[in-house]
């Protein structure tokens, strides 16, 4: 990894928590630039690094970038701009994160401190896996999803692109689960979802619907 050059898109709270990582993992950070399009943190101290407008990134000669953004629909749309742009998407892993050597996780993803990675499990382009999520074995998780703290996919769970699984959220071993869809803080997902829906409680019981026809 080309160390000195990184942009890191993102200076909220999740831009936090992956600059926290990325310092804890990289030697080097003396050429890193963080951005983000929020005006009001232009200028401000962020762990050490002042906070620069994304402006003329795009610019930039091709260097490695992190999108750093919680949503998965705003992560995914930076993501595609820069990666556009020539620049080569890099994967955060927090040193205390557990990967099976046997998983797979594809460019500009994110495991946090205590996330697990169970052999065969294969994560897209730009997925969070954060604190202390588990995705078990044989499971797959599409690009730009979201597994929030503390969720636990069992074996052989499926996800598809740009979903949210919810804090402390657990998907019984086998389930699959629509493109676009949101599981709720806390739900307990016993049968498969269907995409763009929200599915809450235990057992889950669908709360909304979206119409995509
Ligand atoms: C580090 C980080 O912070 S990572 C961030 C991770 N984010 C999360 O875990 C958040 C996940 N989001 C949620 O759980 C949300 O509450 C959602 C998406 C399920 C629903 O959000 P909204 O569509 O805004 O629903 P809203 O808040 O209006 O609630 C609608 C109803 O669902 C209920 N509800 C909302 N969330 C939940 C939940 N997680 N479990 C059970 N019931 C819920 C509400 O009480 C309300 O019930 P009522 O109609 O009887 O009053």
Redesign the pocket.
Known sequence: MRTKEILLYGAG??GK?VLDALLTSVDDLSGLLVVDANPELHGTEFLGFVVAMPGNCLALAPRNFHVSI?RCDVRRSVHEQLAGRGHEAMTVVHPEAVVSRFARVESGSFLAARSVLGPGAAVGAGVVV??GAVVDHDCTVGAFS?I??N?TLGGAVRIGPGV?I????VVLPGVSIGEGA??????VVVSDVAGFT????VPGRV??QESRA
């Open positions: 709270g999740h928590v919680g954060n604190h979201h929030a703290p969720a949210l919810g804090a402390g959220a949101t599981i709720g803080a806390g739900a929200t599915v809450v409680g709360l909304q």
